[in-house]
């Protein structure tokens, strides 16, 4: 099989409702996912996805688009998309770092690879371990009465946890925690993910108030390249950590190792650049006895696919539940992926490759831009 020719079509896709992130981020109101659409010679295609937030990834929807159009995709056309291996290798070569765009060729060519091979590419990655997964919900910042409308949301949703996000005034924000644990009761388990809006004290005095809710999980306290003062926090606070943002690449995911700085890592499949360099990084945990929790950008169904088709065969899956209902969230889905999600769970999709079709129809609506790139 070979590449005849590739597609790079950027989207704009709004959210019905403003989400607030943390003082950082402040509002969301869009995303603007990078789609690659890998054409062959055998007539299959393969689409991958990223969902690049240029404050959070380092890369920009623009970013991406150019790399791919400048550097990656010229270099990859006639070559095999199910030599995966190869494929990374001349990425790799091509340019430094940019693990968005690099991530979004290695999701359309593990989709081919499942096509080819006429299976789901869990089951070409080995096999599912689990049959679906449970969903953890998530809620924006707000006023303690939106927090705890969006919190009873999301229990009505049947997903099995909760993420606040948090990252503004660190006592505001621990006392949206507690109205939270008041509303869903004592069991539900609560995640709270400041996105890096606080410094050392502001995460200290957030956690402080926040401990009485025994959240499960503490995300992100601090900035993304403060790996020691994330360590410190660990230790002090007496709640698990994980990390999110200070995690892109294996070699931050070393150094946060290096360091004792978490206990649980955020993985986003686009984020991570892609299918094999997930893999690796999770593998790592795993020797070090770190649990995955699968995590999500705003991000539409191919991401979401590839993240699933991952966490089916992980054994280090952390146990109150993964970010798997991203599309719903946005004014449409591209794909037929929400077809998976049932009473708070995701399902094994049974399709070959990523699992998922493109709805064309939908797409069109949110294209900014389409390039076509042939040899
Ligand atoms: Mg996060």
New binding site residues.
Partial sequence: MRITSIEIIETCIPLPHPYKLSRRYGFLRDTKPVIVKINTDEGLCGYGETDPMGKFTGETPETVAAVLKEDLVPAIIGEDPTNVLMINQILESMVRDNHMAKGAIDMACHDLLGKAAGMPLYRVLGGALYEDIPIMGSIGGGTIEETVAAAEKVRNSKYHSIMVKVGGDPVHDGNRVLAVRDALGKDYPIIV?A?QGYDMAAAMKFIGIAKEADPVLF??PIDAENIEGIAAIRQKCGVPVSV?ESILSYRHAQEVIRLGAADVF?IKVCKNGGVRNSLQIIELARSKGIDILF?SMIEEGITQAASLNIALTVSNLYEYGHAYFSPLRLDADITNYCSNIVDGRVKAPEGPGLGVEILDDVLDRYVSRRVTIEK
């Fill in positions: 993910d996105n995300e992100q999110d955020s995590n």
